[in-house]
């Protein structure tokens, strides 16, 4: 009897296994490393070897830019005429007449990390002269199955040292001693003072 009843669980065993759920590919619908990797090198040639192309294989057609940084650029440090806080690129359109007006730009990536479904982020440095900049990128992605890049770049948020850029584009002019203090600003004991008069962070 026993040896019955292990001779039917074999049988039943093997008739089970063929009927098994196949392991799901998670690429079908997760991002994998070499995706991630290819939106965070497609941004990249966006800044460093700029073309419309580029910009409409790469990017959705309602993508959207936030950074208060190239805002600050784009009012070379004023208050206007674009608010801060405000999207700096409203469609792939607008992306494309801002970003085709600028000549390309040092682009290095330095670290990258991703989700499942996006963000692609990014940590880069652009070795501009006389100041290196470096900034982060969070790029929220689409999943698309139409064409040659299987994952677009929807929305970007980035920010980086706008003041030093501004330095670079020879519109903010520092006066600064030798040993790269501000000549004309505090020092000493009324350094520290300003120093601490500055608020404090919220955690």
């Known amino acids: 009897m026993r040896s019955t009843i292990i001779a039917a669980a074999f049988a039943v065993g093997a008739l089970a296994s063929p009927t098994l759920m196949a392991k799901r590919d998670c690429n079908d619908t997760c991002m994998t490393f070499d995706q991630a990797t290819a939106v965070a090198n497609n941004f990249k040639t966006l800044i460093s070897d ?5 910009a409409d294989a790469f990017m959705t057609t309602d993508f959207q830019d936030y950074s208060d940084s190239v805002t600050s650029l784009i009012d070379s440090g004023c208050t206007g005429p674009q608010p801060l806080g405000s999207v700096t690129f409203d469609g792939l359109e607008a992306f ?3 970003q085709g007006s600028q000549p390309n730009i040092p682009f290095e990536i330095l670290n990258m990390w991703y989700a499942c479904t996006g963000p692609v982020v990014i ?10 900049i ?8 689409e999943r698309d199955t139409t064409g040659a890049e299987p994952w677009l770049i929807k929305t970007v948020y980035s920010e980086f040292n706008s ?3 501004l330095v670079n584009l020879g519109v903010f002019v520092p006066n600064c001693t030798a040993d790269g203090n501000p000549a004309n600003g505090p020092t000493g004991s009324a350094k520290r003072s300003v120093k601490r008069s500055l608020p404090m962070r919220m955690m």
């Open 134 to 141: 470096t900034g982060n990128i969070v790029m929220e992605t």
């Open 163 to 165: 003041g030093h850029w």
């Open 96 to 98: 494309k007449a801002g």
């Open 123 to 132: 940590r880069w440095r652009s070795a501009q002269t006389p100041n290196v």
């Open 50 to 54: 700029y073309s419309n192309a580029s």
